[in-house]
Nanobody, 121 residues
Framework: QVQLVESGGGLVQAGGSLRLSCAAS????????MAWYRQGPGKQRELVAL???????NYADSVKGRFTISRDNAKNTVDLQMNSLKPEDTAVYYC???????????????WGKGTLVTASS
């Protein structure tokens, strides 16, 4: 099994910054894409940012220029640096990873339990 554990959420004033971290552990052969999703109050879960094992990044339009995703392939970690936070960024943020647990295994989705980010106005 694979476990993802997030950290770094909290309360911040609008305009402030937070850094989220996620560490993957367990039966990991290879991690393909790592990503951050979020789910705001009354909203569906949405993709915030993703990064491939080769370092290709993609961001939701709403966070471009404010958030930066990075990963350490050797440590199986992914971070999300969030700057210029807005009240509409308030959500539970989830770490996601597509993982192969063996040479012949399929890529499977794993999720963290989430960490709450609140940006107050």
């Amino acid at each position: 099994q694979v476990q993802l554990v997030e950290s770094g959420g909290g309360l911040v004033q609008a305009g402030g910054s937070l850094r989220l971290s996620c560490a993957a552990s367990g039966s990991i052969f290879r991690i393909d894409v790592m990503a951050w999703y979020r789910q705001g109050p009354g909203k569906q879960r949405e993709l915030v940012a993703l990064i491939t094992s080769g370092g290709i990044r993609n961001y939701a339009d709403s966070v471009k220029g404010r958030f930066t995703i990075s990963r350490d392939n050797a440590k199986n970690t992914v971070d999300l640096q969030m700057n210029s936070l807005k009240p509409e960024d308030t959500a539970v943020y989830y770490c996601n990873a597509k993982v192969k647990t063996g040479t012949w295994s399929a890529l499977m989705d794993y999720w963290g339990k989430g960490t709450l980010v609140t940006a107050s106005s």
